[in-house]
């Protein structure tokens, strides 16, 4: 499986936009990049996924560099309710294809 | 958003006892469900992908006599952690798949397993 790196902890301030970086240097033609991040003490949420283009929706933005060695979440306001610890994994495309979990951001987000 | 949901979402048992963890899809049908562990302070850690009607499949170093996985349903799937021991004391998520060609898997809140 292609690997996925990440920062081990972000700190945001409340009302601020965070961008929680991710690299995949070796990620392939058929790779979806997913972002699950978990609660303290609950399981993991799905958060945006996406290929090649980058991409919305109401709980963050994606943005994919164009060589997709690397993309970004985007938070555009944190809240306290955003502190949790957010994983980006890489799943080819495909019918119940596995995810493999790494070490994850963990995001502080403070007032 | 669907909904997963996992009963109990707490459990205290003896060693060598046994215990069930029911996974639930509540308002989508589930082609595949996957169960994870995570101990404190670390990752998720797959240890099987159960499809409906199907024998699961385990990720290597997982046992799959002690980890009973039953998926009789397209709503329900069941872990058993079986002759449970101290060491077996996690934190269990188990997730739900609408098998479509992109996949988004759904999570459940998990169980807590402490064994004594």
Redesign the interface.
């Known amino acids: 499986d292609a690997k996925t790196t990440q920062p081990n902890s972000m700190e945001s301030n409340e009302e601020e936009p965070v961008h929680l970086p991710c690299n995949h240097s070796t990620i392939s033609g058929t790779d979806y990049i997913h972002w699950y991040r978990q609660l303290p003490s609950q399981g993991p949420e799905y958060v945006i996924h996406g290929l090649t283009s980058n991409v919305n929706n109401r709980m963050a933005s994606l943005a994919i560099a164009e060589d997709r060695k690397s993309s970004t979440l985007i938070l555009h306001r944190a809240t306290l309710r955003d502190a949790a610890v957010y994983y980006c994994i890489l799943s080819p495309s495909g019918t119940a294809s596995k995810l493999t979990f790494g070490t994850g951001t963990r995001l502080q987000v403070t007032l | ?1 669907a909904v ?1 949901s ?1 009963h109990p979402s707490r459990v205290i048992c003896k060693s060598g006892t046994s215990v069930k963890i029911e996974c639930r899809s509540l308002d989508f049908q589930a ?2 469900m ?1 169960w ?1 562990r995570q101990f404190p302070k670390k ?4 240890m099987a ?1 159960s ?1 409906e009607g199907s024998k699961a499949t385990y990720e290597q170093g997982v046992e799959k006599d002690k980890f009973l996985i039953n998926h009789a349903s397209l709503t329900l799937s069941t872990l058993t952690v079986t002759s449970a021991h101290p060491e077996d004391s996690s ?1 269990y ?3 739900a ?1 609408l ?12 169980t ?1 397993l402490t064994v004594l």
Do not use: E, K
Request: a positive charge.
């Open positions: 958003g997963v996992q082609t595949t996957f994870y990752s998720l850690m797959l992908t499809n934190f998520i188990c997730s798949s098998g479509r060609a992109i996949d988004t898997q759904y999570f459940g809140p998990g807590r």
